[in-house]
């Protein structure tokens, strides 16, 4: 390659987050971030960025929050608008990849260490088979990864707003009453950051009760400690509906390569994931439980997976091969 580093980005509604990333072997180094109210475009933090680093860049993969498709991107979250044609140009880069946030977390999948990575119960990845990923932050993302000819094919969709599926009397209750504030309830309604709050709304209101203003850290923290019961069931249901939804996941499209949980949320309370009955919720399928029991669960604990994915994204696109860091 005539050029050693490339520039990698992963922008959210909050903040935009771009680094270097080394073609030859896909290391992420010079991470920088930036809140995204003070710049008035992209255009505008990425030429801060360039010049600050002092690097020959021809090459960029950007990852961000909201669908991609064709060349007009406009962010769900946040008012940067931008043509990825005009902005290759502005920024006179010869390559200029612009993919979904959820894209790139799942292309940081064929990257990550062991050390990047805790598992959750038992099972082990088959070589060669499909893998899923999803991951509860601001909304719930969902994606697909599949192996095609010594590639990977990332496959995004909005599987987080599909209907969510109780499992259990407790959980209809549950569902019964987010109803009443929400309507049609999806997925995304409990498994995110907000819908642990639901969650916890829902419980109190289910027994007749008023809720505390509590925000998803103040729910995490007191059923971490265990210092509020109600606290504490909404984060116990949060994790059985996780493992539900991983479990739907996995028969959709026969991830025998493993499930990974990616997002901000559940890396906060790892261990209470372990001890929760996700791996129970994961595999209760009934005739299908066997199957389940075989397929492998981890959490992603890389704390910059969307960065180190649209490095891997570009990497692959220029016909470089990707391993293990």
């Not at 680093?53 to 993969?61: K, L, N, Y």
């Not at 060349?71 to 290759?88: A, G, K």
């Not at 069931?233 to 739907?248: I, P, Q, S, Y």
């Amino acid at each position: 390659m005539p050029y050693q580093f490339a520039l990698i980005g992963d922008i959210g509604g909050t903040n935009a987050r771009l680094a270097l990333c080394e073609l030859a072997s896909g290391e992420v180094s010079h991470a920088r971030t930036y809140a995204c109210a003070e710049y008035p475009s992209l255009e505008s933090v990425i030429k801060h960025y360039i010049e600050a680093s002092e690097v020959a860049i021809q090459q960029a993969c950007i990852a961000i929050a909201c669908p991609v498709q064709g060349d007009w991107i406009s962010m769900t979250n946040h008012s940067w608008e931008f043509s990825i044609e005009t902005l290759q140009r502005n920024l006179g880069l010869e390559t200029f990849q612009v993919i979904n946030d959820f894209t790139a977390v799942s292309m940081a999948i064929p990257v990550l260490a062991e050390s990047d990575v805790v598992k959750v119960g038992q099972g082990s990845a088959v070589t060669g088979k499909p893998v899923a990923v999803y991951g509860a932050g601001t909304g719930l993302g969902v994606a697909h990864l599949l192996p095609v000819n010594d590639q990977w094919l990332s496959l995004p969709g909005e599987g987080g707003h599909v209907d969510l599926a109780p499992g259990s009397q407790e959980e209809d209750l549950i569902l019964a009453e987010l109803r009443k504030e929400f309507g049609r309830v999806s997925a995304e309604r409990c498994l995110s950051g907000q819908g642990i709050v639901n969650l916890y709304n829902a419980v109190v209101r289910a027994d007749g009760r008023t809720p505390e203003a509590y925000t998803p850290k103040d729910v995490v923290e007191q059923a971490q400690a265990n210092t509020q019961a109600d606290c504490r069931k909404a984060l116990e249901l949060f994790c059985t509906l996780m493992g539900r939804f991983a479990g739907n996941l996995a028969l959709n499209l026969e991830t025998l390569g493993g499930v990974y949980i990616a997002g901000g949320v559940v890396p906060r309370f790892v261990d209470f994931l372990l001890d929760s009955q996700y791996r129970t919720a994961f595999e209760d399928k009934g005739r299908f439980k066997t199957y389940l029991e075989n397929i492998p669960v981890f959490v992603i604990t890389h704390k910059e997976p969307g960065l180190l994915g649209a490095g891997a994204y570009l990497r692959q696109s220029l016909g470089l091969s990707l391993s293990a860091q």
